[in-house]
């Protein structure tokens, strides 16, 4: 999950990974407090239903990447306050 925080994020965005987090169960964490498709959407809570949309292709990349590493996972993402957002992979 390291190499996903800190190579391939930065790879894709430019930026790592604000802060990952686990249960020690097998689900991890991973928050962008400026994610980068959401910055240019309006700080306010009106955009907030819109902006899962744009967090499914991201959803997509991570699981993608965990599968070539030989991982099986489910990617969801949740948005709280803009632009921040959590990616949860079990």
């Not at 996903?4 to 965005?13: E, G, L, N, Q, S």
């Not at 802060?19 to 309006?42: A, C, E, P, W």
């Not at 899962?52 to 969801?76: E, H, Q």
Request: hydrophobic letters at 40%; proline letters at 2%; a positive charge.
């Amino acid at each position: 999950m390291k190499f996903i925080c800190k190579d391939f994020w930065t790879t894709v965005f430019k930026k790592q990974i604000d802060n990952l987090r686990t249960n020690h169960q097998g689900i991890y964490v991973l928050q962008d407090n400026k994610f980068r498709l959401l910055t240019q959407m309006s700080t306010g809570k009106q955009y907030l239903e819109y902006a899962p949309k744009y967090l499914a292709f991201t959803c997509g990349l991570v699981r993608g990447g965990l599968s070539n590493l030989g991982i099986k996972s489910i990617v969801t993402a949740e948005v709280s306050a803009m632009p921040a957002c959590e990616y949860i992979s079990d």
